[in-house]
Each structure stands twice: as structure tokens, then as C-alpha cells.
């Protein structure tokens, strides 16, 4: 081999292996929290246990829930569950169950609910929890599926399966963005509702001290007249 192109290979691979570790940096460091092993305990009998999860319009959503008893029993008590938006729309709702799982995309940005209720159970000793794992935006996309889809190597090596390491980095990128919009969004929403609320308290007490010197000035008045009656002025 030409030694210009041997050398030109090495500074490929160089290159290759430099933006694979800054790949892999990248994602270490700005990973958002995108997925979660939740456990809830529910009281016996009709026991409710709720969690929220604020999400950003256009984010992906899965999960996957089994109920499991905490304490020794041969039988499995079942659950209800519901999934709500912020606007109250049912997304997902199951009754006398075990196991299930449920997806959607957020339509809307706010906070969305996921309840459990405990069936009712005349055997109040039994323990009952539910294990939930919940993947949001980047950990609900499947990797694998999107390189076979794209032909991307998945196999290991240096230069091999940058392309999805990349993808990978601009998607944390992009949720990173989507993030700071809606937190920049967020504070000046606050900003604003706090301007609106000096300019109320400013307006009330002005009109608190307005009342006082109207108040007074109806007092001084009645009494000045009072005293005149009275010839005690």
C-alpha cells in the first residue's frame, strides 16, 4: 500500500475513533432522564396510587406494568388502570387486570397521570404492588430497528456504528433544544404571571390606602360637625 494512503487511512481512523468517544461523551453527559423502574405499593382495600410526568408536545411514550403481591399468597389481586392527559382525556384505560402495557405520543405539553387503583379485596393482608417500566422519548425508540431499517452496522469497532452513535447524539441534542424552549417558555410565563400579580397587589394597596383617607377624612368630618353641635369647639 502507497504510504500517503496508508497514512491517510490512519488519520481516518483516528478521526473515526475521536468522534466515536465524543459520541459516547456526549451521551453520557447529556443524557436526559428518558426512562424510569417505578414501583408502587397499593393499600388494601381500594388502594390509589398516582404518578405524574410532565411531557413535551410530540414525545413518545411507552410502558409496561405487572402486579405482584409483596407478601406470600396464592392469589394475584388485579388493578385498574388510567392514563389522563392535561386536559382530563382518558389515553389509556384498563379494568380487572394483571399485566399491560400502553403507548401514545403527547398531543399536548403539560403533565399527564397514571393512576392505579387496587380492586376491592376482602382479604386486607395481602400486599400489592405494581412494577412499572416507563420509557420516554429516547429510550422509547427502537435503536436496533432504525439501523436495520437505515442499514446502519451495529457491530463493534472504532469506525463502525458511528453513524448511529451520531444519531443518537443529534436526537439528545434535539431534546436538549425542545427542553430549553420549554423551560425559556416556562419562565417567562412565570415572569409574567408575577408582573401581573405585583400590579394587582400594587393596585389593591393603593386602593386600600384610598379607602383609609376616605374612611378618615368621613370620620374627621362627622366629628368636627359633632363637636360644633355640642359647642365643645
Known amino acids: 500500500m502507497h504510504p500517503e494512503l496508508r497514512e491517510q487511512q490512519k488519520m481516518d481512523e483516528t478521526a473515526g475513533m475521536m468522534l466515536l468517544l465524543a459520541t459516547w461523551i456526549l451521551t453520557a453527559l447529556v443524557k436526559p432522564p428518558s426512562a424510569a423502574a417505578l414501583w408502587l405499593s397499593l393499600p388494601a382495600p381500594n388502594g390509589t396510587k398516582c404518578i405524574w410526568e410532565d411531557l ?56 399527564y397521570k397514571l393512576c392505579f387503583t387496587l380492586d376491592s379485596t376482602e382479604n386486607t393482608s395481602i400486599q400489592t404492588g405494581v412494577n412499572i417500566d416507563w420509557k420516554i422519548g429516547f429510550a422509547a425508540k427502537d435503536w436496533e430497528a432504525i439501523a436495520k431499517k437505515e442499514n446502519i452496522e451495529l457491530l ?78
Request: overall charge positive; aromatic content about 8%.
Open 56 to 111: 413535551d408536545a410530540g414525545v413518545l411514550t411507552l410502558a409496561e406494568y405487572a402486579v405482584a403481591r409483596e407478601n406470600k399468597s396464592d392469589v394475584t389481586p388485579t388493578v385498574s388502570v388510567k392514563v389522563t392527559s392535561p386536559s382530563e382525556n382518558t389515553l389509556h384505560h384498563q379494568e380487572n387486570i394483571t399485566t399491560g402495557q400502553f403507548g401514545f405520543t403527547a398531543s399536548e405539553q403539560g403533565t
Open 156 to 233: 463493534c469497532g472504532f469506525s463502525k456504528g458511528v453513524e448511529l452513535g451520531l444519531r443518537k447524539a443529534v436526537v439528545y441534542a434535539k431534546l436538549i433544544h425542545q427542553r430549553m424552549l420549554y423551560l425559556v417558555g416556562k419562565g417567562e410565563k412565570m415572569k409574567n404571571d408575577s408582573e401581573k400579580a405585583n400590579y394587582r397587589v400594587a393596585l389593591f394597596s393603593l386602593m386600600s390606602v384610598a379607602v383609609c383617607i376616605l374612611s378618615s377624612a368621613l370620620q374627621l368630618r362627622h366629628l368636627k360637625g359633632y363637636f360644633h353641635k355640642k359647642r365643645l369647639i
